[in-house]
C-alpha cells in the first residue's frame, strides 16, 4: 500500500471508494492523456467520470480562467450581477429548446436535481415522484430517495414517496422475450395502473429520468418509451425532468441533449459533470414559470460563481465550434463497432452498448452466466496495465463504463479499443473461456 492511500484511508470515510487493487494518483495530464506519481502514461476512457469533458490542458478554457483569476474577483455571490454567469444562462437556455427557459446554476449534478424536484412539487402541490428502475441522481437526500439503485442508497428515509417504472429491466422474465413495441406496451400499462391503483396521479409532481441511465451501466431504454411516458403524464399535468448530467452537450453523439433523442421536450434538463472541463458547476434548466414558482428567498453562495461559468462559457463554445457532437458520434462508432465485432469472440462479455462517446461491456461469469463483479474488477486491472483508464458500474457492479472526452480523435479510439480488447481477451482467457 502506498504511503498516500494509506493516509486516505485513515482520514478518508470508508465508503469513499477508490479504483484499483493500488490506486493511482494522477499529477498531469495533455489532452486525453494522464500521467500518474510513478511517470506511467494513460489514455483516459473515463475523463474524470465524465467530467473533463475536452480533456487536460486545454488552452481556450486554461486562458479565460486565467483571464478571470487576474481580475482579483474569485467569487462574489448571486447577491450581484455576474457577468459570466448571465452569458453561459443565456446560452444554455437559447440552445434547450425549452420554451421561455430560465436557469439556475448549484455546484453538482446532485444540488440541481435537487432544484427540478423541488419547483416541481411545488407547482404540482405534490409529494409524490416517479423515477425509474437502476437510476442514480446524486448523494443528497432528495436525490438517494429517487435512485432506483439500493447499492448507492445511503438512506432509507424519504422526504417523499418514489414509485419506480420499468424501462431497463429488460432482463427479468416477464419482459426479456417481448419486441420494443410489446415491452413499451406492457410498461405503459403499469404506468397506468400505478396511477390508478397505487397512487393519485395530482399528487405526483414529475417523472426524473436519466436518457441513458450513467451509474446504471449505460443502459438504456428503448426508443419510443419516454415518449409514450410522457402522452400519459400530459394527460394528468405530471411534469418531466431529464437528468442530464451525464448525457448533455453533445456526447451521445446523435443529438446534443440525450432526451432529443426521443423525440420529446422536457420541462426541465439538470446538467453539470462536463460543461466546466472539471470545474465544479451543476444547475437546472426549465421553464421560466416553473422555476420562478419556488416559493421563498433564494441565493446560492457558490453556484454560478465567476471562475466555474467562465471556465463553462469556454467549454461551452469549444464544443460548439469544434462540433465535438459530430465527434462522438464518429469516435463512438469506430469503439462500438470493434468491441461488438471482438465480443463474438468472448465468452465473459454478454452485451455490448452505446451511444457516441458512452459504451458500456457487460461482464458475466461464463460457467453461470450471472453477472460478475469480480471479472469486471480484473478487466480494470487489466486495463490499467495497458495504459487505459477506464470506470465501472451496473447494477451488479459487473460492467465497465466509459467515457472519453469529447475530443478524443480517431486515432485514439482505434488505440483505445485496442488496449481494451486486448485487456478483454486476456480476462476471457483466464476465466477459462
Known sequence: MS?????????????????????????????????????????????????????????????????????????TSTLYLIRSQVELAEKIAAISGIPDAKVFFTNSGSEANEVALAAALAHRKANQVLAMRNSYHGRTFGTVAVTGNASWKASSNDPFGT?????????????????????????????????TAAVHPSDVGALIAEPIQGVGGFTMAPDGLFQAYKEVLDEHGILFISDEVQTGWGRTGET??????????????????????????????????LLDGIRGNGISTFGGNPIATTAAGATLDYVLSHDLQKNAAACGAIVIDGLKDAAQQLKTVTEVRGKGLMFAVDLADPA??????????KAMEATRQRGLLVGKGGLYGSTLRMAPPLTLSEAEAREGLGLLVDALRAVDAEAGA
Not at 500518474?36 to 481556450?60: C, H, K, R, V
Not at 429488460?170 to 396511477?195: H, K, M, T, W
Not at 453461470?368 to 474488477?377: F, I, M, N, R, V
Open 368 to 377: 453461470t452466466g450471472k453477472p460478475s463483479p469480480a471479472l469486471a474488477a
Open 256 to 289: 446534443f441533449w440525450g432526451i432529443q433523442a426521443y423525440g420529446i421536450t422536457p420541462d426541465f434538463m439538470t446538467f453539470a459533470k462536463g460543461l466546466a472541463n472539471g470545474f465544479a458547476i451543476g444547475g437546472v434548466v426549465g421553464r421560466g414559470d
Open 163 to 195: 414509485h419506480y417504472l420499468h424501462g431497463t429491466d429488460r432482463q427479468l422474465p416477464g419482459y426479456r422475450n417481448l419486441s420494443d413495441a410489446e415491452f413499451i406496451e406492457a410498461c405503459v400499462a403499469d404506468l397506468r395502473a400505478l396511477l
Open 3 to 75: 504511503d498516500l492511500f494509506a493516509r486516505h484511508r485513515a482520514v478518508i470515510p470508508s465508503w469513499v471508494a477508490t479504483n484499483y487493487s493500488e490506486p493511482i494518483e494522477i499529477v498531469s495530464g495533455k489532452g486525453c492523456r494522464v500521467t500518474d506519481e510513478q511517470g506511467n502514461s494513460y489514455l483516459d476512457f473515463f475523463a474524470g467520470i465524465l467530467t473533463n469533458m475536452l480533456g487536460y490542458d486545454i488552452a481556450e478554457v486554461r486562458e479565460a480562467v486565467e483571464r478571470q483569476i487576474a481580475t482579483g474577483i474569485y467569487h
